[in-house]
């Protein structure tokens, strides 16, 4: 059992979109699952357009920077995504490229030297190893998707935080699942407080 916020929580059951979801609350980013593009044009092209897991942004004029994370679940679709140099399509999109696992399915050495390593262990995510940065100009349609993206999410993200908290050890947590054990927890305590007065009266009465 994990422990959040001093109360017992099951241990989660990773699937890749919750992995990606605690990844993109731990990196307090909305840009999750985003085509690196216009749809629009690319269909037109007949080019498959990339779609990143997730991208974080460093907000400096100076020292502006996009990374781009793929979230791997499992080993098998890690090593089959390094098998195929799918991964290598992102790097034109991004100064820095990262690809974001769960402990346990690969080793930092495993992985190609152009990709960082975050890893989501048990007390949540950390870097393992750095990614490289590179020179590279973003493309203007994929900054224009990432605008029209934003608009389009924001209000449900916002809200969605709102009715959620962020722990390191559990990732994040519904509030009314919180209330809900805040709730058995008070009924604990009441009942304990009452045993302990019970017998406090007891012996003055004995």
Not at 188 to 193: A, E, F, L, N, V
Not at 194 to 206: A, P, S, V
Request: proline share 4%; aromatic share 10%.
């Amino acid at each position: 059992m994990d422990r959040v916020g001093g109360m017992n929580k099951t241990k989660i059951k990773w699937t890749h979109n919750k992995l990606l979801k605690d990844l993109a609350l731990a990196k307090g980013t909305i840009y999750t699952e985003v085509p690196l593009g216009s749809v629009f044009l690319n269909q037109m092209r007949r080019v498959v357009l990339p779609r990143a897991d997730m991208i974080n942004v460093r907000p400096s004029y100076t020292r502006f920077c996009i990374d781009i994370f793929e979230v791997k679940q499992n080993r098998a679709d890690l090593l089959r995504d390094m098998k195929s140099g799918k991964w290598k399509k992102y790097l034109d999109y991004c100064h820095r490229f990262y690809f974001a696992i769960l402990s346990g399915i690969a080793k930092p050495q495993e992985i190609p030297q152009e990709a960082g390593v975050m890893i989501r262990g048990g007390n949540g995510w950390k870097v393992s190893r750095g990614a490289p940065s590179r020179d590279v100009t973003i493309p203007v349609e994929m900054l224009l998707s990432m605008l029209f993206y934003k608009q389009k999410v924001m209000p449900s993200f916002v809200h969605r935080r709102n009715l959620s908290y962020w722990s390191k050890s559990g990732g994040y947590y519904e509030l009314d699942t919180l209330g809900k054990e805040i709730s058995a927890a008070l009924k604990i305590y009441r009942k304990r407080k009452y045993t302990i007065l019970k017998k406090e009266r007891d012996e003055i009465q004995i």
